[in-house]
């Protein structure tokens, strides 16, 4: 009598209903789960990077003439540390404007990576409606 409470006997029919319910829900699974995949995975397409002198609507302008600090050398790290030093107070957007048109050249790049756009009122004096160009 122990030894039946311990080891109790699976019914074969119950065996087979659980090994065909499991069949039915990978298949409902797979029919959820492979249409969104397939989805995802034609939606995704490839978007060009914003750079400078580059091609296209996110190509980032910058005016002929203009003279590139030292202090954005390399142009990578610079790319990647501005914000911080804006943040730290070693340079205002105010100052950036004076060379650098918001709307081809800051934020495009913004855009692309998803932080704020840079809006400055001053900048329509520096650069008026032709947006940099």
Request: hydrophobic share 35%; aromatic share 8%; with cysteine.
């Amino acid at each position: 009598m122990i030894a039946r409470i311990f080891s109790p006997q699976i019914n074969p029919d119950f065996q087979a209903f659980r090994k065909e319910r499991s069949i039915i829900c990978l298949r409902i699974g797979a029919k959820i789960c492979v249409p969104f995949l397939v989805l995802g995975l034609l939606a995704c397409q490839p978007v060009q990077k914003p750079e400078l002198k580059g091609e296209g609507p996110l190509a980032v302008v910058v005016p002929r003439g203009t003279a590139t600090p030292e202090y954005h050398a390399p142009a990578a790290k610079w790319q990647v540390g501005h914000g911080q030093a804006i943040n730290r107070g070693d340079f205002a957007r105010r100052e950036c404007i004076l060379c650098h048109s918001p709307e081809t050249g800051c934020n495009k790049c913004h855009q692309y990576v998803g932080t704020p756009k840079i809006i400055v009122p001053e900048a329509s004096l520096y650069w008026g409606n032709s947006n940099g160009k």
